[in-house]
C-alpha cells in the first residue's frame, strides 16, 4: 500500500491562530480525504479532497473553517482555520486508490491552549 | 443514512485465547464494503480485514477473521491466539460500492485489552 506522511505530527496553538497540516503519499491515489476524531471519539469524515476543485464537505463543515487544496495527486492540505479549544482533535488524511481500501496517515493531534 | 453500531465499548481477552467483536449496520443498498480498522495507541488507523458485500465467503486475515451475515447485517471480527500487540481500539466501517469512492461510515469503537 502507498507510504503516507502526515505533517506536523502533533501541535499546539493559541486561540485564533490557524493549522496547517500537509498529507504527501508516494505514489498517485484517486482519492483523498481529510477526517477528524474527537478526544474520545470516532472518525467523522470532514471533506473529500477533489484534485483540481473544491473540496466536497460534509454536513456541519463548512470552507472558511476548514480550507483545503488538492494541486494534484500526491498531496493535500489542510487548514484549521481561527482555533478554539472545541478544535482540539486528531486530523487523518486517508488516501484510496482504484477498487481499494482507504489506508492512513499517522494523524495531527491538535491541543489549542 | 447508514449508521454503524458498536455495543461493546470495552472488551478483554487473555494472551493467546479468542475474541469476537460486535458490529451491525443499517443500509438499504446490496453493494457495499465492510472493514475492520486497528487504532494503537500511536493514533495510527491500520486496515485489519476488509468485507465485500456481494461475497459470502467470510474474509480472513493470518489471525483476524470475520463472521459476515448480510441478512442479519451483522459483520463480526475474530481473533484468534491473542497477542499483547493486538490492544488496540477496533473500528468497524462501512462504505458504499460505487466506484470505491464513497466515505467511510465508522462505528465509535470497541476498546480491546489483551491481559499476559
Known amino acids: 500500500s502507498a507510504v503516507i506522511s502526515q505533517k506536523p505530527s502533533r501541535d499546539i496553538c493559541q486561540r485564533g491562530t490557524s493549522l496547517t497540516i500537509q498529507c504527501q503519499v508516494d505514489?498517485?491515489?484517486?482519492?483523498m480525504f481529510w477526517y477528524r476524531q474527537q478526544p474520545g471519539q470516532s472518525l467523522t469524515l470532514i471533506a473529500t479532497a477533489n484534485q483540481g476543485s473544491e473540496a466536497t464537505y460534509e454536513s456541519g463543515f463548512v470552507i472558511d473553517k476548514f480550507p483545503i487544496s488538492r494541486p494534484n495527486l500526491t498531496f493535500s492540505t489542510l487548514t484549521v482555520s481561527n482555533l478554539s479549544p472545541e478544535d482540539s482533535s486528531i486530523y487523518l488524511c486517508?488516501?484510496?486508490?482504484?477498487?481499494?481500501?482507504?489506508?492512513f496517515g499517522d494523524g495531527t493531534r491538535l491541543s489549542i491552549l | 443514512a447508514q449508521t454503524v453500531t458498536q455495543s461493546q465499548p470495552e472488551m478483554s481477552v487473555q494472551e493467546a485465547e479468542t475474541v469476537t467483536l460486535s458490529c451491525t449496520y443499517d443500509t438499504s443498498e446490496s453493494d457495499y464494503y465492510l472493514f475492520w480498522y486497528k487504532q494503537p495507541p500511536s493514533r495510527q488507523m491500520i486496515l485489519v480485514i476488509r468485507q465485500e458485500a456481494y461475497k459470502q465467503q467470510n474474509a480472513t486475515e493470518n489471525r483476524f477473521s470475520v463472521n459476515f451475515q448480510k441478512a442479519a447485517k451483522s459483520f463480526s471480527l475474530k481473533i484468534s491466539d491473542s497477542q499483547l500487540g493486538d490492544a488496540a481500539m477496533y473500528f468497524c466501517?462501512?462504505?458504499?460500492?460505487?466506484?470505491?469512492?464513497?466515505?467511510?461510515?465508522f462505528g465509535k469503537g470497541t476498546k480491546l485489552t489483551v491481559n499476559p
Open positions: 486517508s488516501v484510496q486508490g482504484d477498487n481499494q481500501p482507504q489506508h
Open positions: 505514489s498517485q491515489v484517486t482519492m
Open positions: 466501517a462501512y462504505e458504499e460500492d460505487q466506484g470505491g469512492s464513497e466515505k467511510l461510515v
